[in-house]
């Protein structure tokens, strides 16, 4: 076949392919597993008992694209992948890059994931864009501040940092006898109230008594127990620090503690949730 240039400058150059580094890969074994019924092995490839001395090339020049998963219903692990290439990408129900029409509770443009630059070094961040219902995103703890919205189980809650103020009017002289002080207003105490009741019932108020205490279902010895089939039976644990702040932590739970957030930086392998669609981004 006569040379053609628009082909190849060297009609001896002859491609690889992917077969070959496969082979490679499973025939590259640690030396435990060799064993004398080991298949032959080609020549040029590594024997069973060899150790694989080098590691796949990365681009040093180039940004390595992230991940987001689209989690499966019921699942955490399996979904529909969508690789970041862009220093931007917009989840939305209607508009944007990752779009979830099924999601009646996702705004049209919900919210973004953009590269940002950290000290010289890039990073990605998650910000909601003004929707309805807010990003949630999954956390080992969260500092409870007035107005913060959490999802414990299957349900939200707003943290109400209460009012501290007796009930009726008047000013309270430095020191009172004990039995004639009034007794707290029921809005004075920091409590979580629920944001979605599930019938017609007022919010329910679940105040903090204590400066320690644990929240999860009914029957575990919680100061805040709730029937949700979706909380554990020891779900978290409320701390005051000393500096008057209450402090969330998150105990081994299938479903964790969330909290609705307006931008944070996200870290390899950790959950948001968009409306009702929850993802996992991968750095």
């Known amino acids: ?35 004398p019924a080991s298949p032959v092995v080609p020549a040029g490839v590594p024997a069973a008992t060899e150790r694989l001395d080098e590691v796949l090339y990365q681009s040093p020049y180039r940004i390595r694209a992230p991940r987001i998963t689209i989690c499966d219903d019921n699942s955490l692990d399996e979904g529909e992948v969508v690789y970041v290439r862009a220093d931007q990408v917009v989840i939305g129900r209607s508009k944007g ?31 909601d864009l003004g929707s309805s219902n807010g990003t949630l995103a999954k956390c080992r703890s969260i500092t409870l501040r007035h107005d913060v919205v959490v999802l414990i189980g299957s349900r939200r809650y707003r943290f109400d940092a209460g009012s501290g103020q007796p009930a009726g009017p008047g000013d309270e002289p430095k020191t009172t006898l004990l039995d004639a002080a009034r007794p707290l207003a029921p809005d004075a105490l920091p409590a979580l109230v629920e944001t979605l009741p599930q019938d017609d019932r007022p919010p329910e108020r679940f105040p903090f008594r204590t400066l320690s205490f644990t929240i999860g279902r009914p029957g575990g010895g919680n100061a805040i127990e709730l029937e949700d089939l979706c909380v554990s039976q020891r779900h978290a644990t409320v701390t005051r620090d000393a500096g008057g702040a209450w402090q969330m932590q998150a105990e081994p739970s299938l479903n964790g503690i969330w909290a609705r957030i307006e931008a944070v930086r996200l870290t390899d392998g950790c959950l948001f949730q968009c409306g009702e669609q929850r993802f996992r981004f991968h750095a």
């Open 97 to 127: 890059d990752i779009r979830i029409p099924n999601d009646n509770a996702m705004s049209g443009c919900h919210a973004e994931v953009v590269r940002v630059d950290i000290g010289g070094r890039h990073g990605w961040v998650l910000r």
């Open 1 to 35: 076949m006569p040379h053609d240039p628009r082909i190849s400058d060297d009609p001896g150059t002859i491609l690889d392919s992917f077969a070959d580094v496969s082979r490679v890969l499973r025939n590259v074994q640690p030396a435990a597993a060799a064993s």
